[in-house]
């Protein structure tokens, strides 16, 4: 049925504009820093997320669902994760390229299959623990950094991996939180879990920066003409990263999500102008077949 291939478009989707938001959020780092940087996804992504709940609830007709606590509590940690999880792929933009940062955190799915059967007994398949394997020995690859390399390629593979881990918890979370509201129309539940994911890290990170960096938050308000495109972007994602994690399974979801590669190496080589070694396309080329492995095991 075309219903049940739904998910592979809202992936696609959010993948696309995801691409779209890291690469203005990478040139933002460069005035605002990582943490205001960071922030830009969800203080500006917020006001876009609110707009399409309301007009989601208005064309189909269901306001959102009365939250309870395990809901906010499986929303929260998601929301958690995923500050860190940004703040990880940013600082791992500015030490190494845009495409290999974001390949790096493109681990994700094997941290996910592994979170997914300890958070949701969601156990992987024979031939996609297999896909683990291809995908990790494609991330070793790529990351092992050359004879008398710098520690900085270390740190910035730490937190690459890292960032795919945070991800990977997030996504787990939010699909958790998710699937915790009562039954009903799929897309306002995922609405719904988005603008309170977006609402608890606008508040947390706002709160972190009046404390302890008001001039990044000033800076971060006096840039909202380059910002709001980003929020605009990281909303837009989010919401179709949302609606794909309310009607399939997270491993599914972010398996596909490799396809984020592909539109990051575009960017990379046509924006960035940065290039690609031939042991980067070699890693790339075995977490692509690694997670795509563990799409079809995960059937």
Known sequence: MLSDWMWVAFTLIGAAAQTARNSMQKELTTTLGTVGATH??????????????????????TPPSILDPAFLVWTAAGGMT??????????????????VAITYSKIEPVFVLLFAAIF???????????GVFIATSGVVAMSWPAKGAAIGAFASTAMGLGSGAGFALS???????????????FVVNASTTLCVALAVQSATITAY???ADRAVLRALLASWRASAP??????????????????QSASLVRALALV????????SRRIFRQSTSAKEYAGIGLITAGVLVILLGSR
Do not use: K, N
């Not at 915790?180 to 129309?185: I, K, N, T, V």
């Open 230 to 247: 980003a929020g605009f972007c990281g909303a837009f994602a989010s919401q179709f990263w949302f609606l794909a994690f309310a009607v």
């Open 82 to 99: 995923q500050i860190i999880a940004t703040g990880l792929l940013l600082a791992a933009m500015r030490m190494r390229s845009f495409v």
């Open 260 to 267: 984020e590669i592909v539109f990051a190496q575009i960017i």
């Open 120 to 130: 949701l007994q969601d156990l992987p398949t024979h031939l996609a623990a297999a």
């Open 171 to 185: 996504a787990v979370f939010y699909r958790g939180g998710i699937l915790d509201l009562p039954d009903g129309s």
């Open 209 to 211: 920066l009046l404390i």
């Open 40 to 61: 830009v996804r969800f203080l500006y992504g917020l006001p876009f997320a609110l707009l399409f709940l309301g007009l989601i609830s208005i064309f189909v007709g």
